[in-house]
């Protein structure tokens, strides 16, 4: 079930929105892990010592739900081992120390100018081959999203440039600079599904952003394919799936259903854009752009980082001085976002941001009991009762945290934000996940 629940939390997009792309230095060791994406790991095709190109295929999916890895830097291969996972704490990784040299692989075809004799099983295969993975957090991969069963029937795809999560700014800055590019990747997503009914819906605090976007589509004419943007009140969590579906189309994604259950396809803008790149570029999947910034506004940036770089050596180009009072280390932004132990960790597909706060921002009070004021059910914008989940996981009883429908949480953190008591209800909810699944 989806609500029109939604709170308002500070953006502090101003400290990085009118910083520039810039591209970050090479990493001199890459950390490329072969568990960041939705589904089954990667299977390594390298062997320890073995040379390697930017670009090159280093890893394969490994069954339907899994995706491609590549090389985001030339050098050598020195181990395949476990490694600093920053999302489930390690995993395996194939480690390369660069040579320094950022040499290319080679592509079998040259890139191409015109797509219209390019099939839609053509378009897949090169998404396919390009290990592109949903890049606004979830890293779902791409082409098991596009590739849809005959019974599904998608009547509208939906860009999200909503980018709702406070600091973070790589979305609008990528649709302030690469504006074409995007709408280009729209047309092929368009293309996969057989759609012409297409929305890009952007927060109303990036308003030059929409204008970029709307001049786009005019100088190219493609109003014709019903292609628009629409402008969406600033909210959070306005970026989630279901609530840009129903925002938009005032449509409900059913509990335990998808979002192509009812004929639509959620794309973020970055996954457009290497969608762009992998079909009119031959290019795979290797870096990103991601926000830096937080409370140390001095360093934040935009940048576009080769995926497997450590969060050191990003912090290192940023400008962060090593004497600098970090208390907290967030990748991805501060209500989704997952706290960091190590600094060697590395960015990965699905990495939107990298925030650094002092103990000045991120001092919070002691957790206290819940007072039963509900205001995490009103907030909750997937209609569920956090207070009866969390409570039940307190207590070590997921058969009954279990059946408050914990499985229907999007974990936007919009509980844990508005809860007087300081519980960590997110966290909760995702134990009891975690627990429901085991047993």
């Not at 290990?131 to 939906?158: C, E, N, Q, R, Y």
């Not at 952003?209 to 394919?225: D, P, R, T, W």
């Not at 259903?257 to 854009?273: A, E, R």
Request: hydrophobic share 40%.
């Amino acid at each position: 079930m989806v609500t029109a629940n939604f709170i308002h939390p500070p953006d502090f997009k101003d400290i990085a929105k009118n910083k520039k792309i810039e591209i970050a230095s090479l990493p001199k060791k890459a950390i490329l892990l072969l568990s960041q994406h939705a589904g089954a790991p990667s299977e390594p095709i390298v062997n320890v010592g073995d040379s390697v190109k930017t670009g090159s295929l280093i890893a394969q999916a490994k069954g339907f739900i899994s995706a491609n890895l590549h090389s985001s830097i030339s050098g050598k291969v020195i181990a395949i081992e476990e490694s600093p996972n920053p999302i489930i704490g390690s995993s395996r990784a194939i480690i390369i120390e660069s040579d320094g040299l950022d040499a290319k692989a080679s592509i079998d075809t040259l890139p191409v100018k015109d797509i219209s004799a390019l099939s839609r099983e053509n378009i897949l295969d090169l998404i396919k081959g390009s290990g592109i993975v949903g890049l606004g957090g979830a890293a779902f991969p791409s082409v098991v999203k596009l590739t849809l069963m005959p019974s599904k029937k998608i009547h509208t795809l939906i860009i999200n440039g909503a980018e709702c999560e406070p600091f973070l700014a790589c979305d609008h800055r990528l649709m302030l600079e690469k504006s074409k590019e995007i709408i280009l990747g729209v047309q092929l997503i368009a293309k996969v599904l057989g759609v012409e009914d297409v929305i890009i819906g952007i927060e109303e605090n990036k308003l030059d952003a929409i204008e970029s976007m709307n001049s786009v589509i005019f100088l190219l004419k493609a109003q014709g394919s019903r292609l628009k943007v629409k402008a969406l009140k600033t909210r959070y969590p306005q970026g989630g799936e279901k609530q840009l579906i129903k925002t938009l189309l005032n449509k409900e994604v059913p509990s335990g259903k998808l979002p192509l259950d009812i004929g639509v396809v959620v794309n973020n803008v970055q996954t457009v854009f290497a969608i762009y790149e992998a079909v009119y570029l031959k290019k795979p999947l290797y870096e990103r752009i991601i926000t830096v910034s937080g409370s140390f506004s001095n360093i934040a940036k935009n940048v576009l980082v080769r995926i497997g770089t450590p969060i050191k050596d990003v912090l290192d180009y940023c400008g962060l001085s090593p004497k600098a009072d970090i208390h907290k280390i967030i990748m991805g932004g501060p209500m989704t976002g997952v706290a960091q132990s190590n600094s060697n960790a590395p960015v990965i597909k699905g990495t939107s941001g990298i925030l650094i706060f002092d103990k000045r921002f991120m001092l919070k009070e002691k957790e206290l009991d819940c007072i039963r004021c509900a205001r995490c059910i009103e907030a909750c914008p997937a209609g569920l009762m956090p207070c009866m989940i969390g409570l039940g996981a307190k207590k070590e009883k997921f058969d009954i945290a279990g059946s408050y429908d914990p499985f229907d949480c999007i974990e936007c953190g919009s509980c844990s934000y508005v809860c007087p008591s300081n519980i960590p209800l997110v966290q909760l909810i995702k134990l009891t996940k975690l627990k429901a699944k085991r047993q």
